[in-house]
């Protein structure tokens, strides 16, 4: 397989085509190995146009929603990103190509070692990652400048957006079970926006102040 071409045309034709702009968000997209971040069974579909299985009932969103939710966050580079559900990592890297420091939660152990794993054999050293309940975020680094939620949860946990620093983005999947809308929460001097994005679907957001198990 020739990884590289396919995530050119990954990029073209789902990505540009729908309206992803943002050239640095595109780069990131076209560059970083997506194929390496799902189980070896499944890297010749790691650049179609749909999420895929990771293992414990969880899912690497598709690679549109990874732009559109990334692209959202506006992100020049010297931020401090927060991500809630680390999963295979691939976000991360997304991420940690476009900002200066990423720090990720993930509640299941073996994807964080994964995913840990993996964002170490590809030289991703600004993510850091932490085994917890992300509804309580990560709240030794905090603010963080913007804020990335890749599980949906049933309301935006107020413990998150008090993380968010003034000027911070936030995107969370907010809905049932079933579906969701990606919601962007924006933190203003004096109040709080929030934006609907589009209708999305999600796995849910697991944790005290999210669905119960
Ligand atoms: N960003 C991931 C997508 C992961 S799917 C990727 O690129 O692969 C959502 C992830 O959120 C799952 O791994 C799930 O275990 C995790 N998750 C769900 N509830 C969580 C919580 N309360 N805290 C941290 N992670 C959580």
């Known amino acids: 397989m020739d990884y590289e071409s396919e995530r050119k045309i990954m990029v073209a034709e789902q990505l540009i085509v729908r ?3 943002d050239r640095r968000v595109l780069d ?31 899912t690497i969103s598709q690679p549109y929603m990874v732009a559109l939710m990334t692209e959202s966050l506006e992100l020049k580079g010297n931020e401090k990103v927060l991500e809630i559900g680390t999963g295979s990592g691939y976000q991360s890297a997304v991420l940690a190509e476009l900002c200066d420091k990423v720090y990720s939660v993930e509640r299941i152990k073996s994807l964080a070692v994964r995913a840990r794993k993996q964002l170490d054999l590809l030289g991703y050293m600004n993510v850091a990652i932490k085994i917890f309940d ?9 603010p963080y400048d913007a804020i990335i939620v890749t599980a949906g949860a049933p309301d935006i946990p107020k413990i998150i957006v008090d993380q968010l620093s003034v000027g911070g983005r936030m995107v969370i999947p907010i809905g ?15 109040r709080i926006t929030t934006t609907n994005i589009c209708g999305c679907v ?3 957001l697991v944790g005290n102040h999210g669905w119960k198990e």
Not at 35 to 58: M, N, T, W
């Open 134 to 142: 992300g509804t309580y975020g990560w709240l030794e680094y905090a």
């Open 28 to 58: 990131a997209m076209g560059k970083v190995p997506r194929h390496l971040f799902v189980e070896e069974a499944l890297r010749s579909r790691a650049y179609g146009d749909y999420p895929l299985p990771i293992g414990e009932k969880q």
């Open 202 to 204: 999600f796995v849910k």
């Open 19 to 21: 309206g992803i702009k």
């Open 176 to 190: 049932d079970e079933f579906s969701q809308t990606l919601v962007k929460v924006e933190k203003k001097r004096d």
